[in-house]
């Protein structure tokens, strides 16, 4: 693993890593969307994941919560290895959050009972301690004032603050974010991203499939780039961005930096 | 932002003009807009004058209400004869056996009178404990149901289902098969949507049979040949064989529709739901069936209201409901030739109820729509 930049915080080394991939391989049918995936996450680790649509990027983060099954290899999360054993699975989900695309809040139920929902069923809190812990975070994710509008109602930068807000209920050890600003009209991503920046200066261990490279850049520990569902490169943002070593990656960046 | 130096100069609110509102301006919009239009209206009109004023005349202006027997009615043949409606309003409403015992027709109509008292606070808004009153139709109203209606129980003598009729055989029949249904519907839609593939194929199989044969079918089939899979002697009641028939039937029907409702839910929805922990019954009872119902509502409440009409099938194997008894009734000695009132009544009382499913079905749907509720 190659060392930080001097200015980002140091990894804790010294502790096992919270996530633990090792010689992943998927397929989706006769097609092999991931090969020989290793990947080890440190706690407090911000990864940037990038690459062109269908290298498997997404396939990846969502192999850690096992919305997607994997045929070969292991993925440790937290000393727990994912297996089809449901009861383990459910454990492993609930103490890693999830941003997607496309928001997926529930649209039947407020923003607060999006927020409080999963604390009250599976971890069992009482509706007065979830309705706290909601609104504590929805004030962390600065709309406190919307939550008992309907998903519906807000705007989609709103939305996806709502869903990381959401995730945050579970108290997760690790927050997964499958290109959260894709969606987002280019005024309402900002939002989104001061949101998640400000998550990754707590602390949290992040890990990030977006195109947004500002963002790598301000807070990435390091950036992976992928391509045919294979690791090409993986480095520290400043190395990442200026000294490229595959072509591919060159290519890569030269495109979206570019437009 | 910079401080902008052109300011938009705000033009005040203006009324529409004079001519674009009110209700000459609607009807010229709406009924006179084009030739078309106005040829239409005006044919429309001049069919409503040719049959509406001769059909409220014969219905009520006209109509005969008193009396006891056919003799009014045989002398004034200009108006409809609503004393035979009258006279056999108990019989129509309850059956034989009700109407035939004056001392036992207090029973139907505590049934009904405590279905309309659980059923319209129900329907109405802002009442309160909604939950508890609906538990109590789903459970201890049947339970009454039984004890009153069917007797055996504090004295009350028991009365023989095959001589219960007219609304109240309509009703029993239509509420057994819509609160069993609902539930058996929602199990095999979710079945048939079953990742294992025994579940989904039982459940396939099951909608495909029942939906791929009449109920008409149905109803011999649970007349004549459910007691020979039984051994000889156990009698099974045949208001009970035509509920089994029914709800078995209505449950297919119900399965697919709400299935209509599943497919509709992305499945985003259940990701989100699976990536906060949640296993299949929490999600699909909190996040996936909710959404799903809200959409199948118009479908549930069509299958409802095709089962509630339905019921008068249950002729063929000699049950007299609403129907059935409007017809016979209207065949008898003391009233022949006087079908016709009798059909309307059966058609007016069949109406009253499919109306309230729909119209509640549409207040539903417009209360759910948390999509587009106004801030």
Known sequence: ?259 | MADSTLKLKKLPDREPPENTIGWIAWIRDNLFSSATNTLTTLIFVYLFYLYIPPFIEWAIINANISGTDRSVCDTNKSGACWTFIKIRLEQLLFGLYFASNPEQTWRPIVAFSVFGMLIIPLVIDKTPHKKWLLIALLTLYPLLFICVVYGGVFGIPVSDTGQWGGLLLTFALSFVGIIVALPLGILLALGRRSEMPIVKMMSVTYIEFWRGTPLITILFMASVMLPLFFPSGVDFDKVVRAMIGITLFQSAYTAEAVRGGLQAIDKGQNEAAMALGMGYWRRTILIVLPQALKISIPSIVNTFIALFKDTSLVSIIGLLDLLKMAQNSSRSLDWNGYDIEGYLFAGFVFWIFCYGMSSYSQKLERKLDTDRRAE
């Open chain 1, 1 to 259: 693993m190659t060392s930080t930049a001097a200015s980002k915080k140091p990894m804790m080394t010294d502790s096992p890593p919270i996530i633990t991939i090792n010689k992943l391989n998927k397929w989706y049918g006769k097609f092999h969307v991931l090969k020989d995936i290793d990947l080890n996450v440190n706690k407090t680790e911000k990864i940037v994941i990038c690459g062109p649509s269908g290298s498997g990027k997404s396939t990846l983060i969502r192999c850690i919560n096992r919305l997607e099954v994997h045929q070969e290899g292991s993925i440790i999360v937290d000393g727990t290895e994912l297996t089809d054993d449901v009861k383990q699975i459910n454990e492993i989900r609930s103490d890693v959050g999830m941003v997607f695309q496309h928001f997926n809040l529930f649209p039947h139920l407020t923003v607060l009972e999006n927020c409080t929902l999963a604390p009250i069923w599976v971890r069992k809190k009482s509706k007065i301690e979830a309705d706290e812990l909601g609104m504590e975070l929805l004030n962390k994710v600065r709309i406190p004032d919307q939550a008992h509008k309907y998903p519906g109602q807000l705007s989609g930068g709103q939305q996806q603050r709502v869903a990381i807000a959401r995730a945050l209920c579970m108290q997760p050890r690790v927050m997964l974010f499958d290109e959260p600003t894709s969606a987002l009209d280019p005024e309402m991503i900002k939002e989104v991203l001061e949101t998640m920046i400000e998550l990754a200066d707590s602390g949290m261990t992040m890990l990030v499939v977006t195109h947004e490279m500002g963002f790598a850049n301000k807070v990435a520990d390091r950036v992976i780039f992928m391509d045919e569902g294979q690791i090409v490169e993986q480095n520290d943002p400043k190395n990442f961005f200026n000294n490229p070593k595959s072509e591919r990656t060159k290519l890569f960046l030269s495109q979206i930096l570019n437009h």
